[in-house]
């Protein structure tokens, strides 16, 4: 999924009010709309404004002028989360709930550019109830086991795993195990792979049946060597047994897998790596962002996982 805008400026107010009908929201005029998509426009000029990993459904939308308001609400918010500056951002999500107040890749938007915790966590669950009222029960059903293949439900899924993110982050992992979790029922194929990062969650919560659930999800996605799942194979194997040949081997299998791992879960930001590793190395980093805290609170689990390494 797209990486989130590091803290960028606290947006103004919409007015927009969760379930608020359409009717109660007036259009903008065709050169607001304008205005808004030339800005972000303007800032995919410079490569370095854009965020590398946008969705891409932008280029299959119909061509300006023979869309729908929420098809041009949805081209709207995806030049925002192309756009680098706050403001443009601002402006494309805006501009967007405008035409769409049940656009959550705007809302969703609002919420990465959102300073405030407890706001932050109301404009996620927003961009979820609007993204399932977009939808409708009947077409969530229709569509559930396949979700990320058909691309009208993908909103919902970036709702949850933005919605899933915050929480890690903010201390509350029953939110992110149930958002991720919700994901891979609507997706069982798991094509995003937010089962490394609901791996993560469920250490993080640590509750025996947080571990059972983590059990089942190693046995669901055995052929997963990935270093975000071989180390927190490896963690939960030290928790329940300690160290031992079983804990050992899912260690150095985990190592193996990314070396950088150990230093980045001990805080090492000084790491170097050759160039045809930087790949390694920041996955590494970015695994340790979230599983730092399991490992750190798991009494002897660092020093257990240098000693296991040949």
């Known amino acids: 999924m797209a990486k989130k805008p590091k803290n960028p400026n606290k947006p103004r107010k919409t007015g927009r009010q969760p379930g608020k009908p359409r009717a109660e929201l007036e259009a903008p005029p065709p050169a607001v709309v304008a205005a808004a998509l030339q800005d972000t426009v303007d800032d995919l000029a410079d490569p370095d404004s854009a965020q590398a990993d946008v969705a891409n459904e932008l ?6 002028g023979k869309r729908t308001p929420q098809q041009e609400a949805l081209a709207l918010a995806f030049e925002g989360w192309r756009a680098l500056k706050p403001k443009q ?3 494309a999500a805006r501009s967007a709930i405008l035409l769409d107040p049940d656009c959550a890749d705007a809302i969703r938007l609002l ?3 959102e300073n405030d915790p407890q706001h932050k966590h109301v404009l996620y669950a927003d961009a979820i109830a ?4 977009s939808l409708g029960a009947d077409a969530i059903a229709e569509h559930a086991g396949r979700f990320w293949q ?4 993908r909103p919902l899924m970036r709702a949850l795993d933005d919605a899933a993110f915050d929480a890690l982050e903010t201390g509350d992992p029953t939110h992110a195990i149930t958002y991720w979790t919700r994901m891979l029922e609507l997706d069982p194929s798991d094509s995003l792979g937010v089962h490394r990062t609901l791996a993560t969650a469920l250490l993080v919560d640590g509750t025996a049946a947080s571990h059972a659930a983590l059990r089942a999800l190693f046995g669901r996605f055995p052929q997963d060597d990935s270093a975000a799942f071989t180390f927190s194979r490896a963690l939960l194997f ?3 047994q300690g160290a031992g040949a ?4 899912a260690a150095q299998t985990a190592v193996k897998a990314n ?3 150990i230093d980045s879960l001990s805080g090492n930001a000084a790491q170097k790596a050759a160039p045809e590793d930087i790949d390694l190395l920041e996955k590494a980093i970015e695994y340790a962002e979230h599983a730092r805290a399991p490992w750190s609170q798991t009494r002897g689990a660092l020093e257990w996982l240098r000693s296991t390494i040949p």
Do not use: G, Y
């Open 246 to 249: 079983a804990a050992d081997r």
């Open 111 to 113: 919420a990465q550019n």
């Open 238 to 240: 030290f928790r329940e």
């Open 59 to 64: 280029d299959a939308l119909p061509p300006q």
């Open 150 to 153: 058909v691309v009208e439900t």
């Open 130 to 133: 609007a993204a399932e009222r």
């Open 259 to 261: 070396p950088f791992v």
């Open 89 to 91: 951002q601002l402006r």
